[in-house]
């Protein structure tokens, strides 16, 4: 079983910076892609960013120039880098993994347990 584990959600003011990280643990035979996606009070998941396994990203247009994300393959390991944070910017972030589990060909997503970012005026 695959499990991601994220950390570095938390309080911060308008302006300011997060880092968020998750690893992915467990049995798997690879990961593809790997994503940060959120959801605000009241309203959908979104995606936020993501990273294929050869570092290819796409954003959201809301976070582009703001978030930068990342991968170490090696570490099954993602983080989201977020500068210039806003208001708007406050959710629960969601880690997410697009990993072989049962055979090398058969890809599922594999989801985090969410941690909360609130940004502060």
């Known amino acids: 079983q695959v499990q991601l584990v994220e950390s570095g959600g938390g309080l911060v003011q308008a302006g300011g910076s997060l880092r968020l990280s998750c690893t992915a643990s467990g049995s798997m035979f690879s990961i593809n892609a790997m994503g940060w996606y959120r959801q605000a009070p009241g309203k959908q998941r979104e995606l936020v960013a993501r990273i294929s396994s050869g570092g290819s990203t796409n954003y959201a247009d809301s976070v582009k120039g703001r978030f930068t994300i990342s991968r170490d393959n090696a570490k099954n390991t993602v983080w989201l880098q977020m500068n210039s944070l806003k208001l708007e910017d406050t959710a629960v972030y969601y880690c997410?993994?697009?990993?072989?589990?049962?055979?090398?060909?058969?890809?599922?997503?594999?989801w985090g347990q969410g941690t909360l970012v609130t940004v502060s005026s």
């Open positions: 997410e993994a697009v990993a072989a589990v049962t055979t090398p060909y058969t890809y599922l997503e594999v």
